[in-house]
């Protein structure tokens, strides 16, 4: 008997039935991990379910979803829901009925684990970033040859800056053999140092496709490059430790390429604003420079030169007057201070106290003797006077005043 043939559709809809009136597949119970989670605008989410197995793709329509739990990539959840075939494009999937939150994933605590442990070391700090250069000669590139994100950085480099050189190293980003590749790549830009920027990098994917980015040996060669990079990986909601570590995070490899090099238009718009506001100051100097000439030229001892030596000779005579009163005021004025200080002084000189009949009194020790107190009968004293001085003896002691 001769087989029928049969269309694609009605052989998806022949699988989705099988699918479907299988008892097991239409309440089953599923642990995994969420990965690429999306919620859509509708309300709806999408996201696979993966262990070290296996991966599914999973619906969770608004009505579902409104009731479930946060959900983001790393969890590990236990789903309930139906398998069925979406025959648009032939995929199975899972049709999430109820989802219950087990705990982080493997990866999602690894990924914390190292972001933890390198920010202890202090890599993410941003006192050891790395400032990219104003214009750099050349730029480094380490992604996939094959992928879009190479496209997109080539198309947005060259459009801004249209003779920048690039240089691919190219690799893979993502599996076993990625995170060595990478970090030889970064190693590689140093060792040659004829670039001045390495945009490291790829585009969107699930974290497991991401993993590379996450790996230590890729995190080292970052930190310790010579030269700026810039981290360019997944889309703007991806976050990796390649993102951390690195001088400079761009949200999408198309941004990292407007953040490397500057616009060649804008640069030449700034050169002509530049060039312009440079000639208005040299004409508006030229000018000043100009009229001071001209009222220099005007002026009265422009022309009669004579006259500006004659007024300063006269100036100079007027200044050395003034500085030959000054110094007699000065000196007179110190003269009548001095003289005034001497009179005060021969006040207090003892000869002038005794040439007006006064007489000093010394002891027979020498000593001058201030009062009756310091006497005894009986005891010799010399008188002195102005003109000479006599011998003398205590007779008698009349009364102390207080």
């Known amino acids: 008997m001769k087989q029928r043939v049969m269309s694609v559709g009605k052989l998806t809809k022949y699988i989705k039935t099988i699918f479907e009136n299988d008892p097991i597949l239409r309440n089953v119970l599923v642990e995994g991990e969420i990965s690429n989670f999306k919620l859509h605008s509708s309300g709806h989410a999408y996201f696979s379910l993966k262990d070290g197995e296996g991966r599914i793709q999973c619906v969770m329509f608004r009505n579902v979803a409104v009731q479930a739990p946060d959900l983001k990539d790393g969890d590990q959840v236990i789903l309930r829901g139906s398998v069925s075939v979406y025959e648009k494009n032939g995929q199975y999937q899972l049709y999430v009925q109820q989802c219950e939150k087990k705990?982080?994933?493997?990866?999602?605590?690894?990924?914390?684990?190292?972001?933890t442990a390198l920010d202890a070391l202090g890599w993410f700090d941003r006192d050891r970033k790395k400032d990219l250069p104003y214009l750099p000669h050349s730029i480094g590139i380490v992604t996939s040859p094959t992928g879009a994100a190479i496209?997109?950085?080539?198309?947005?480099?060259?459009?801004?800056?249209?003779?920048?050189?690039?240089q691919l190293y190219p690799v893979s980003v993502q599996g076993d053999r990625a995170?060595?590749?990478?970090s030889q790549a970064i190693d590689f830009f140093n060792d040659q140092k004829e670039v001045e920027v390495i945009i490291v990098g790829r585009g969107g994917g699930s974290i497991e496709e991401l993993w590379a980015f996450n790996e230590r040996i890729v995190a080292e060669s970052i930190h310790r490059s010579r030269i700026p990079v810039i981290s360019a990986v997944g889309h703007e909601t991806d976050f990796t430790i390649s993102d951390f570590v690195a001088d400079l995070r761009a949200p999408t490899p198309s941004a990292a390429g407007e953040l490397a090099v500057p616009s060649m238009e804008e640069q030449k718009q700034r050169l002509?604003?530049?060039k312009k506001r440079l000639t208005?100051?040299?004409i508006a100097k030229l000018k000043y420079q100009k009229d001071r000439i001209h009222r220099l030229k005007n002026s009265y001892y422009f022309g009669k030169p004579e006259m500006f030596y004659v007024q300063n000779i006269q100036r100079l005579d007027v200044l050395q007057s003034q500085l030959t009163d000054?110094?007699?005021?000065?000196?007179?004025?110190?003269?009548?201070?001095?003289?005034?200080?001497e009179l005060k002084l021969k006040g207090y000189d003892p000869q002038s106290i005794l040439r007006?009949?006064?007489?000093?009194?010394?002891?027979?020790?020498?000593?001058?003797?201030?009062?009756?107190?310091?006497l005894n009968v009986g005891d010799p004293v010399e008188l002195v006077f102005a003109s000479g001085s006599a011998t003398a003896k205590i007779i008698g002691k009349g009364s102390e005043k207080s």
């Open 103 to 115: 705990g982080l994933g493997d990866l999602y605590v690894e990924f914390e684990k190292m972001k």
């Open 151 to 166: 496209r997109d950085m080539i198309t947005v480099i060259t459009r801004r800056f249209p003779n920048m050189e690039i």
């Open 179 to 182: 995170p060595g590749e990478i």
């Open 272 to 274: 002509h604003q530049f």
């Open 280 to 282: 208005t100051d040299a």
């Open 326 to 341: 000054r110094f007699h005021e000065y000196l007179t004025k110190e003269t009548n201070r001095i003289g005034a200080l």
């Open 356 to 374: 007006r009949g006064y007489a000093a009194v010394k002891n027979q020790e020498g000593d001058f003797v201030t009062g009756p107190q310091d």
